[in-house]
């Protein structure tokens, strides 16, 4: 069962997935993000008839919570209709390591319910990250 604030997340994300534009796939996705100040930023994906110039929800939210000035992730919550929670593609585990450290929880959820929620180390053990660039 999730918490409080992981419910509000999912409902944001739910919320934002009515407006994904996936006419390829037909797989909708919604993406929110919680900042450490408490605000909450959402994505969806953004499909395109050139394929790979497609973007995924959590791009998306990513994106809004840079654009507004913040850069400190500390929840997340992805929602698609699949039969079982959808995790984050690789690649945008990567994105998320860079505004959120290895304990942030990630809920992924489905529209029937259905819930999940790993840290982000889980989803992305021994991640590239600043200190190999030092
Ligand atoms: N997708 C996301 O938006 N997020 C994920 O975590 C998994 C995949 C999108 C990309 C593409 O538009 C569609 O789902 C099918 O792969």
Known sequence: MANRDALTLIAEAAKVREHAHAPYSNFQVGAAIRTASGQIFTGCNVENVAYPQGTCAEAGAIAAMVAAGQRVIAEVAVIAGA?????????CRQKLMEFADENVPVTMATMDGEQKTMT???LLPGAFDQSFLD
């Open 83 to 91: 039969d079982k929670p959808v995790p984050p593609c690789g690649g």
């Open 120 to 122: 982000m180390a889980e």
